[in-house]
């Protein structure tokens, strides 16, 4: 007796308004090595919307990503949520410890952590209980606590060791669901987008959006189960936390 045809894959990428975002869609929908047979996309400007000051909204999304899946016969194997926060209207990352402003903090903790564990909340249930799935957040380097040398960007620093926690928790509890499911951390090095743009600085590598992704999407089709909880650069290289 053979066994039966694997169903189809679906790749789900969250934040995918942003430039990392719209790039790890645009590389999971064309053709070659990184095409997924579904692609679905989520953002504050998708129909449905998410908005992570609103769980309902995260909560709906979920359902509407099942259905999807169900429709196209297709299992959820890959989750990407590359949303973030750095600056803004609600403020900018502090350089020392007079700039900290709690409106700021609320703000930049719940889109970079809050938000994601939301995420994990609704959408990890809907990967298989079978068989290799990923899912990916986009952290930063600068959310290590162990390779935090320079100091500043309180917000953001903690917000995604926060987030770091989340992901390493969360790998915990999906691998007694699926041994063979992997949560991991990732950080995709500075990136040419909106959230990066007003501190690159000269001599730093900033990497196009495309290349960030294409990297991003080598690395996780690397991975193996060791690596669940993991912070991971663009590289395959394991950070401290």
Known sequence: MTSPEPGKAAALVIGAGGGLGAALVEALAAPGPHAMDSVLALGRATQPAIDYEDEASLANAAAWVAAQCAAQGAQLRLLIVASGFLHGSQGQPERSLSHLDADYLSHVFRINAIGPAL???????LLPRQGRCVAGFVSAKVGSIGDNALGGWYGYRASKAALNQFVKTASIELKRRNPEALCVALHPGTVDTALSQPFAKTGLKV???REAA???LGVLAALTPTHSGALVDYQGQTLPW
């Not at 995420?119 to 249930?125: A, E, G, Q, R």
Request: charged share 25%; net charge positive; hydrophobic share 45%.
């Open 119 to 125: 995420v994990m909340k609704h959408f990890l249930p």
């Open 207 to 209: 990497r196009p959006a």
């Open 214 to 216: 294409t990297d991003l």
